[in-house]
């Protein structure tokens, strides 16, 4: 069982930046695939960003690429997401997630349903 707890969030203004950080404890924390998720009020949760196990491989939203990153350390078993050039649209519940589905060596889930491990939630909201 992995355990995930995440930080970080906040209210900034748009073109302002947030970092959000999730710790991973528990069997498996090292080899499990780890996404970013949000969902906004009224809306489905929906994808962000992953790191696949190993980490070499990224996977971003379209709506997200150059202006968020995923990073794991491995040594401290965390992943964070540097967001950059937020705006509005970007407010919502984010949340850490853990996979451990790998069909190949390289595969980076990005399916909510991929997902088994989920932290608690953290808001942020973007003002305009």
């Known amino acids: 069982q992995v355990q995930l707890v995440e930080s970080g969030g906040g209210l900034v203004q748009a073109g302002g930046s947030l970092t959000l950080s999730c710790a991973a404890s528990?069997?498996?924390?090292?080899?499990?695939?780890m996404g970013w998720f949000r969902q906004a009020p009224g809306m489905e949760r929906q994808f962000v960003a992953a790191?696949?196990?190993?980490?070499?491989?990224?996977l971003y939203e379209d709506s997200v690429k150059g202006r968020f990153t995923i990073a794991r350390d491995t040594a401290k078993n965390m992943v964070t997401l540097q967001m950059d050039s937020l705006k509005p649209e970007d407010t919502a519940v984010y949340y850490c997630?853990?996979?451990?589905?790998?069909?190949?060596?390289?595969?980076?889930?990005?399916?909510?349903?991929?997902?088994?491990?989920w932290g608690q939630g953290t808001q942020v909201t973007v003002s305009s």
């Open positions: 790191v696949n196990w190993r980490p070499t491989y990224t």
């Open positions: 528990g069997d498996g924390a090292s080899n499990t695939h």
């Open positions: 997630a853990g996979s451990r589905y790998m069909p190949t060596y390289y595969y980076t889930p990005s399916k909510e349903n991929e997902y088994i491990y």
